[in-house]
């Protein structure tokens, strides 16, 4: 039997028992604090594979509401059969409405009089009524109606208030999004919580009740004080199996799911002064026995880590030896005599020499940069239970 043609070169190994699991962990935790679950699977579910991802918490654990970035990200999934409520977490241009409107499931996020005026107009010419969020912008300063003042919230509460009264739109709830949450000191959490509480306040005050109310993201929803105040959190990178900082409490039972897998192609050894790759920035302090992987930063493996981090072959780390290629890239197997042409390497997975975290930090980055950036020419395959190369 022949190998799958995915596995050929380099792919994205998938592991939907990790993906169901980190949904299931953090839902417990989430249930037990009264709130419910958001899956966030903006980004291709952060490489993941969006439409599988979705279909198989849909199918397995229940999950009955998602959250994407953009129109054609929700409709991807409603295409291939998503039946849970989406909501969109950034603004849709109005050119779209008259697309929007036709998918019953799709909640799109309004904080724009304009906006919502268009939306309205789109909805009363089809004949529908769509469910909306109202975003509030609480310290984030990204996008969302400013409550950080009472200046601003007293105009915000009176744009709520237009909008509410527009025809054919309904306000189904409020999200807000923490800047500081994955970090130790809550300061900053706890004052956008305080605004986020207070713009609630005066909604209802004036009349407005809301049945939504969203804060938490990944950093927060394991922090009880947070959880227990709102109907539901969203998680995001914790469903893939990573923690937003090394500072976020450890309260959930998380495996990574991705594994990027690629295999040897070519073995020589070089002797002791000879250049590695482009600018010959490594040179071989003795003979060295040196794999080619058919891999490099065109499939998302970024060229930061040139001369920095390493792959797993046989169970045994194999150091990258000088600059990672557009499509290919060179480590030391000189210690690991069990490697040939053919054998597997993974670059990415749960080992904890290659850790999506352990490889952005060495980057000065974040792990969700890291894979949300594997290339779509990167075939994705997917498991069901945790390999032992993928195991922590």
């Not at 654990?61 to 929700?74: I, K, R, W």
């Not at 005599?337 to 850790?355: N, Q």
Request: hydrophobic share 40%; with cysteine.
């Amino acid at each position: 039997m022949g190998i799958d043609i995915k596995m050929t070169r380099t792919w994205a190994e998938i592991d939907l028992a990790a993906i169901r699991q980190n949904y299931n962990s953090a839902a417990a935790y989430a249930s037990s604090h009264g709130a419910k679950m958001i899956s966030v699977i903006k980004a291709d579910a952060y490489g993941h594979g969006a439409t599988t991802v979705a279909s198989e918490l849909e199918k397995y654990c229940s999950a009955d509401f998602f959250a994407v970035a953009t129109l054609p990200e929700a409709i991807t999934l409603i295409e291939s059969g998503i039946k849970s409520k989406i909501l969109i977490l950034s603004e849709i241009h109005p050119s779209l409405y008259g697309e929007l409107v036709r998918y019953k499931n799709v909640i799109p996020s309004i904080f724009q009089l304009e906006s919502a005026r268009a939306l309205s107009a789109s909805a009363v010419l089809h004949g529908v009524t769509i469910p909306c969020f109202i975003v509030c912008d609480t310290g984030m300063s990204r996008i969302g109606i400013e409550c950080t003042t009472p200046e601003k919230t007293a105009e915000g509460i009176k744009l709520v208030e237009e909008i509410s009264e527009l025809p054919n739109l309904h306000i189904d709830g409020i999200f807000s999004h923490l800047a500081c949450a994955d970090q130790y000191d809550k300061v900053s959490a706890l004052h956008q919580i305080t605004i986020f509480d207070d713009f609630i306040k005066n909604l209802t005050d004036h009349g407005i009740h809301l049945k939504y109310k969203s804060l938490c993201n990944s950093a927060a929803l394991t922090e009880p004080e947070f959880t227990n105040k709102y109907d539901l959190v969203r998680e995001g990178i914790s469903l893939y199996g990573y923690y937003p900082s090394p500072e976020t409490k450890r309260v959930l039972h998380l495996k990574p799911a991705m594994a990027v897998r690629t295999r040897i192609t070519a073995i020589k050894t070089l002797p002791a002064g000879t250049g590695i790759s482009y600018g010959h920035t490594y040179v071989t302090t003795r003979e060295t026995r040196v794999a080619t992987l058919p891999v490099g930063y065109a499939d998302g493996y970024p060229r930061l880590l040139s001369n920095k981090a390493g792959v797993v072959i046989d169970d045994k780390y194999a150091p990258i030896l000088g600059r990672v290629c557009m499509d290919q890239m060179m480590v030391d197997v000189t210690d690991i005599p069990t490697a040939k042409v053919d054998s597997i390497a993974t670059l990415i997975g749960a080992d904890e020499r290659v850790r999506a975290d352990k490889l952005a930090e060495m980057m000065g980055t974040i792990s969700y940069e890291l894979i949300c950036g594997i290339s779509s020419r990167v075939p994705r395959t997917y498991v069901n239970s945790y390999s032992s190369i993928n195991s922590d």
